[in-house]
């Protein structure tokens, strides 16, 4: 049941908070064992928090569109009261004394918080890998243990094997895009600034923004328009999705225009993943859009270099000392990622950030008159984790959103032929959120049976 139908449920009194937890608290008792996407379930909160929900509904008080519903959260983000292990056993972390502000607000709203899910050492990973802590299972294939993605690995599976309705992650450089692709549902990375990173572990300031999960675009909307912060980072209030807005509203794909990548970037893709990527954009095309080919200003190999080197100088500034102390509990691969760090000098950090300001530049340039770039969300398929390389990207299409300071977001758009589930990612310009969702909707309805193919996996 999607999140909009299931608050119009409750608005009803057709169903009560209290009967969704206690589903979900069932769902995860049976099949979390399995899928490993929890790290710490708050069945006694949960059931607390689903009764308060449904007494202040009983006299007449809502606190949003989705009060009593569902939520998981990324164990990167506080929660007052519970540990945040960030994915790692290199130091002792105590109960979190306050909730960090997108926490605060999914509670402020009504949502009842239902555990914390599994990510990559502190965030710092694409395959959903973790060999200290634990590695989720994608929902898609229960014989072969593949990978989820990261570093939202554990919030997309929880979405994707239908344990929760919605749940809260980050997005680096793919980590709420890449899980999505590979556990067949949306995840969405809006625009840096629009929501409040306070009280979320850093990984890398100048790139981190608070990501998130859920079915549908609509559904997915709707998630938005509760975490968005329009006083943050000068956002505008024209961003939010719901409510009035300026500017025309995307309907159809007819208004769209839609830009495409040229086949000489598309040449280390699957196969299968290729195939579903070019019916997608014979869907589109078909449904009126105006399809242009779009070529990048920069080969997204460049994008990628400065991408690591940017992020490794950021995360040791926060990690250094911790991953300096060889005593400390940490994965091999990790520790030498953050110490990388090092060698990044003032100077080089500088160079960094100017090229990135100047490559941003270009890139807005470069969409001028292109409502949204469409790419493959992964160019593979999710492969068993005992095949990962920890050295390699999950996708050369996901960094660059984040280095470029652009918006996106990731829907599925089918299954291979091994029944894996493929991304189509959706980009806009920063603060063209709204747009975003709206295009997304259209091109949701456009992929039709792909789409629904996708989201029709055993565990709903």
């Given at each position: 049941?999607?999140?909009?139908?299931?608050?119009?449920?409750?608005?009803?009194?057709?169903?009560?908070?209290?009967?969704?937890?206690?589903?979900?608290?069932?769902?995860?008792?049976?099949?979390?064992?399995?899928?490993?996407?929890?790290?710490?379930?708050?069945?006694?909160?949960?059931?607390?928090?689903?009764?308060?929900?449904?007494?202040?509904?009983?006299?007449?008080?809502?606190?949003?569109?989705?009060?009593?519903?569902?939520?998981?959260?990324?164990?990167?983000?506080?929660?007052?009261?519970?540990?945040?292990?960030?994915?790692?056993?290199?130091?002792?972390?105590?109960?979190?004394?306050?909730?960090?502000?997108?926490?605060?607000?999914?509670?402020?709203?009504?949502?009842?918080?239902?555990?914390?899910?599994?990510?990559?050492?502190?965030?710092?990973?694409?395959?959903?890998?973790?060999?200290?802590?634990?590695?989720?299972?994608?929902?898609?294939?229960?014989?072969?243990?593949?990978v989820a993605g990261g570093s939202s690995?554990?919030?997309?599976?929880?979405v994707s094997a239908g344990l929760v309705?919605?749940?809260?992650?980050?997005?680096?450089?793919?980590?709420?895009?890449?899980?999505?692709?590979?556990?067949?549902?949306?995840?969405?990375?809006?625009?840096?600034?629009?929501?409040?990173?306070?009280?979320?572990?850093?990984?890398?300031?100048?790139?981190?923004?608070?990501?998130?999960?859920?079915?549908?675009?609509?559904?997915?909307?709707?998630?938005?328009?509760?975490?968005?912060?329009?006083?943050?980072?000068?956002?505008?209030?024209?961003?939010?999705?719901?409510?009035?807005?300026?500017?025309?509203?995307?309907?159809?794909?007819?208004?769209?225009?839609?830009?495409?990548?040229?086949?000489?970037?598309?040449?280390?893709?699957?196969?299968?993943?290729?195939?579903?990527?070019?019916?997608?954009?014979?869907?589109?095309?078909?449904?009126?859009?105006?399809?242009?080919?779009?070529?990048?200003?920069?080969?997204?190999?460049?994008?990628?270099?400065?991408?690591?080197?940017?992020?490794?100088?950021?995360?040791?500034?926060?990690?250094?000392?911790?991953?300096?102390?060889?005593?400390?509990?940490?994965?091999?691969?990790?520790?030498?990622?953050?110490?990388?760090?090092?060698?990044?000098?003032?100077?080089?950090?500088?160079?960094?950030?100017?090229?990135?300001?100047?490559?941003?530049?270009?890139?807005?340039?470069?969409?001028?008159?292109?409502?949204?770039?469409?790419?493959?969300?992964?160019?593979?398929?999710?492969?068993?984790?005992?095949?990962?390389?920890?050295?390699?990207?999950?996708?050369?299409?996901?960094?660059?959103?984040?280095?470029?300071?652009?918006?996106?977001?990731?829907?599925?758009?089918?299954?291979?032929?091994?029944?894996?589930?493929?991304?189509?990612?959706?980009?806009?310009?920063?603060?063209?959120?709204?747009?975003?969702?709206?295009?997304?909707?259209?091109?949701?309805?456009?992929?039709?049976?792909?789409?629904?193919?996708?989201?029709?996996?055993?565990?709903?």
């Amino acid at each position: 049941m999607s999140l909009s139908n299931t608050a119009k449920k409750l608005a009803r009194g057709e169903v009560s908070s209290e009967e969704i937890t206690d589903d979900c608290l069932t769902k995860i008792a049976g099949l979390d064992g399995k899928l490993g996407a929890f790290v710490s379930v708050f069945e006694k909160e949960a059931r607390n928090a689903a009764r308060a929900a449904d007494a202040l509904r009983s006299m007449g008080t809502e606190l949003g569109p989705l009060h009593g519903i569902p939520v998981a959260v990324k164990d990167l983000f506080h929660i007052r009261g519970h540990e945040t292990r960030a994915g790692t056993r290199s130091h002792s972390i105590p109960p979190d004394l306050a909730s960090a502000a997108a926490v605060r607000k999914l509670t402020d709203a009504g949502m009842i918080v239902i555990g914390k899910t599994h990510t990559d050492e502190f965030a710092y990973g694409a395959w959903g890998v973790n060999r200290l802590c634990s590695s989720p299972w994608n929902p898609y294939d229960l014989e072969t243990h593949r990978v989820a993605g990261g570093s939202s690995s554990g919030s997309a599976v929880a979405v994707s094997a239908g344990l929760v309705p919605f749940a809260l992650g980050s997005d680096t450089g793919g980590s709420a895009r890449v899980p999505a692709s590979f556990c067949g549902c949306v995840g969405v990375k809006p625009s840096f600034g629009l929501i409040d990173r306070k009280g979320m572990v850093p990984l890398s300031p100048s790139l981190d923004v608070v990501g998130f999960f859920a079915n549908s675009i609509g559904d997915a909307a709707l998630l938005f328009d509760v975490l968005v912060d329009t006083d943050t980072a000068g956002a505008k209030p024209e961003t939010r999705v719901s409510g009035e807005h300026r500017g025309r509203k995307i309907q159809k794909l007819e208004s769209v225009c839609i830009g495409f990548l040229p086949t000489q970037f598309l040449r280390n893709v699957n196969s299968d993943i290729l195939r579903l990527y070019e019916k997608s954009l014979d869907a589109l095309k078909a449904s009126g859009a105006t399809m242009v080919e779009f070529r990048p200003p920069r080969p997204f190999s460049a994008y990628l270099t400065d991408t690591v080197n940017l992020v490794s100088a950021e995360i040791y500034a926060t990690f250094g000392q911790l991953a300096e102390k060889l005593d400390c509990e940490m994965q091999p691969f990790i520790r030498e990622r953050i110490l990388d760090g090092k060698a990044v000098s003032a100077s080089q950090y500088s160079v960094l950030l100017k090229r990135r300001n100047d490559a941003i530049a270009e890139l807005r340039h470069a969409m001028d008159g292109i409502d949204a770039l469409v790419t493959p969300t992964s160019a593979d398929v999710a492969i068993p984790v005992a095949e990962v390389d920890l050295t390699a990207p999950a996708t050369p299409y996901a960094r660059f959103v984040n280095y470029l300071d652009l918006a996106g977001l990731s829907l599925p758009c089918g299954l291979t032929r091994t029944g894996l589930p493929a991304g189509l990612q959706v980009v806009v310009k920063r603060f063209d959120d709204r747009r975003m969702f709206e295009v997304g909707a259209c091109i949701e309805k456009a992929l039709g049976k792909l789409q629904a193919s996708a989201l029709g996996n055993k565990w709903r």
